[in-house]
């Protein structure tokens, strides 16, 4: 069986909810025709740059039976407006997608997406986090006892934002071409560091050892999305707050 399946953006929301078609594939083996659209809100990138950049990466999928830009498809399941399931901010991420558009059913634990990576860096911590989340000094420990375990530290990500991060001085930078190189990166190291954005969601999908930011409870919502999902990720930790 297949089923067309719309997405949406962002980079981050769509990595999370490619979980609708792992859960599909590895509950009764429907494959997945995955169309991509800016319905809901929109790429940084655009549509279609991200949609070229991305295809390498979603044709390894087993679930995948076709990676799409929407144009008028008929459409199985309508995952690019989970912004309007009445679970929003109430669950996690994959309890609301299952919720919404699973009948309820368990989620599966573990990795949803699949990224075939030979090379390994060793003992190698990946630390990415955007200035636009304050670096607060509660998070200057967590912090630096990870960066103290492991032999290289290296920020990924856009160069503006490793200038302002206060602990550089650790850390040696890189920055990805694109997408598929976010995915090879990540894949590589031993442990990955982020604040809530889509390479921490990329880690998440892939099932690294992640440390995430969690912001404080009383501040952002968006908490209860990220900090529920660990009870399907023994590899996911947390900052102390």
Request: contains cysteine.
């Amino acid at each position: 069986m297949i089923k067309n399946i719309l997405y949406g953006p962002k980079m981050g929301d769509f990595v999370r909810s490619l979980y609708v078609s792992h859960h599909l594939y590895k509950r009764d083996g429907t494959k997945s025709n995955i169309i991509l659209s800016n319905i809901g809100d929109s790429f940084e990138n655009g549509l279609v740059n991200t949609f070229n950049e991305f295809k390498p990466v979603i044709e390894q999928q087993e679930f995948c039976n076709s990676f799409e830009l929407y144009d008028e498809q008929t459409i199985d399941l309508n995952i690019a407006e989970f912004r309007a399931s009445k679970f929003l901010f109430k669950t996690n991420w994959r309890d609301l997608l299952c919720k919404t558009y699973l009948n309820s059913e368990d989620p599966f634990p573990g990795a949803w997406l699949r990224f075939d990576e030979k090379e390994v860096w060793d003992d190698t911590l990946i630390i990415n986090r955007k200035p636009k989340t304050p670096f607060v000094p509660q998070l200057t420990e967590p912090y630096l006892q990870q960066i103290k375990k492991y032999k290289k530290s290296i920020y990924v990500g856009y160069e503006e934002h490793y200038q302002q991060f206060p602990l550089k001085e650790y850390c040696t930078f890189y920055q990805p071409k694109d997408i598929f190189d976010w995915f090879s990166v990540i894949s590589k190291a031993e442990k990955v560091i982020a604040c809530q954005s889509g390479p921490l969601d990329i880690a998440i999908s892939l099932d690294r050892p992640t440390l995430a930011e969690l912001l404080p409870r009383s501040t952002n919502p968006d908490w209860i999305n990220l900090f529920a999902e660990a009870k399907y990720h023994s590899n996911l930790e947390f900052t102390p707050f």
